[in-house]
């Protein structure tokens, strides 16, 4: 271990903050808030799916954004002034009542996550680099498993919040959730001022070819359709089976730590394997743990599918971009990072939708659930396709 690591670490654990924001805050969360906004604004399920299309769509907007932002701000600005704005955007749902305004506030929180995910992935890449590679699978890991630090937080502010009784009550969650992602902010802010770095250069943008990971790419294209009608309406349909409040934060908090301790379950695999192995591999757990509460309503079903789930699906993301990094030189990485996030936006777009949609049918929501773990599957089987670029 070099002597540099606690230091490192302690910086990866400021960063991890950032993913907190961007996905657990505000993107996660949302699981839990669906179903008492849907009960209380009429929605059908396309709709409450439709709004997490709109975010994605936010999302492969500020994908395609954020490499010429870079390329002119500088790395760290572009995550802190996206997370800032992710948590005035949070805290903006609890304002308003229309669908108009929350489709577009969800629109503008998912361009605003997309920058602090993007920038947030290449500050680990080049804290990696500065660490040695012996940590490399940790760093990285930790970095996305502080996705898991927002959920565990959602869970916990969520429910009760929701449970209050007077109207409207999901608004003061999504105000609260708000505050927590401006904390979130500032200690990312305190702990990353090491990685301060003028804008990547121009050459920063060149050096990656899709064809070389044409595999990993349509992968990761159904990664994102898949996981994310999971993510969408997985607490709905524990509420359907009857599960209470009190174990649906279990649930959700289960889901949380699962995303926590990949950091330290998938380190290994991430730093030993160059090829789409570990892509493969996470994926196809993804669509067990998918299929789980389709098969059985009991609640251990749900907490062994919600621990699984989250034990592994920030790893694929993981996964991603220690592919670029095995595979490319240093100045490709933020043109590698931001095509990944790309397709992973365009199949997060179609997911919740047609989940939504298959829910809305005869089968309800397993039916869109197990729709969701074969495409899971699907893109297992193109991962394991995918070939480490030969070195050099």
Known sequence: MSSSTPSTLRTAAALAL??????????????????AMRTDLGWSYLTAGAMNTVNAAGY??????????????????????????AALMLAAHGLVGSDAALYALRLATGIASAAVFISGGLMAARLVGSDGAARAGLILGLYYGGTGIGIVASALLVPPLVALAQPHAWQWAWIALGAAALLATAITARGTRSLDAAPAPASARTGFRPRDFVFGLASYTLFGLGYIGYMTFSVTLLREQQLGSGLITVFYALLGVGVIASSWLWAGLLQRWRGGQPMALLNALLAVATLLPVVSAHPLAGFASGAL??????????????????????????????????VFAAGQIVGPSLVGWLADGPGGLRAGLAASAGVLALAASLAARQRPLPAG
Do not use: D, E, K
């Open 18 to 35: 950032a993913a907190a924001v961007s996905l657990g805050l505000a993107r996660f969360s949302y699981a839990l808030l669906l179903p």
């Open 60 to 85: 492969l907007l500020g994908a395609l954004a954020t490499p010429l932002a870079l390329a002119r701000v500088g790395v760290r600005r572009v995550l802190l002034a996206g997370s800032v704005s």
């Open 309 to 342: 789930f989250g034990g592994v699906f920030l790893s694929v993301v993981a996964s991603t971009t220690a592919l670029v990094r095995h595979n490319l030189p240093a100045a490709a990485w933020p043109a590698g990072i931001a095509a990944f996030t790309t």
